[in-house]
Nanobody, 127 residues
Framework: VQLQAFGGGLVQAGGSLRLSCLAS????????IGWFRQAPGKEREFVSA?????????YYADSVKGRFTISRDNAENTAYLQMNSLKPDDTAVYYC????????????????????WGQGTLVTVSS
């Protein structure tokens, strides 16, 4: 499967952005989708993940809980990350990833669990 992440951009603190992750292939509905981010000079970190097929379960990093919402539209082969109340600390390249081996679990917080990765989209939050 191939993933394309887009929707990043420059936004002021307190603003919102919605990232999209478009997947190719016919089995998108059976993938856990995760979002990760990497800020300059820092390691890649977990942001959020969503279960398959209907996204009834989700995980969030503590740093984004209550501000970010992950969702999926299997008919469109797309997952979303709605980001509200953005902070300068949210500045990073955001990556989406897919895991077609397992259902959502605490391991979904770890990047090594994912088989496929998109190219990343840059989010810059100005103060």
């Amino acid at each position: 499967v191939q993933l394309q992440a887009f929707g990043g951009g420059l936004v002021q603190a307190g603003g919102s952005l919605r990232l999209s992750c478009l997947a190719s292939g016919r089995t998108f509905s059976s993938y856990v989708i995760g979002w990760f981010r990497q800020a300059p000079g820092k390691e890649r970190e977990f942001v959020s993940a969503i279960s398959w097929p209907d996204g009834s379960n989700t995980y969030y990093a503590d740093s984004v809980k209550g501000r970010f919402t992950i969702s999926r539209d299997n008919a469109e082969n797309t997952a979303y990350l709605q980001m509200n109340s953005l902070k300068p600390d949210d500045t990073a390249v955001y990556y989406c990833a897919a895991d077609n081996g397992r259902q959502l679990s605490p391991r979904s917080r770890y990047s090594k669990e994912y088989n496929y990765w998109g190219q990343g989209t840059l989010v810059t939050v100005s103060s």
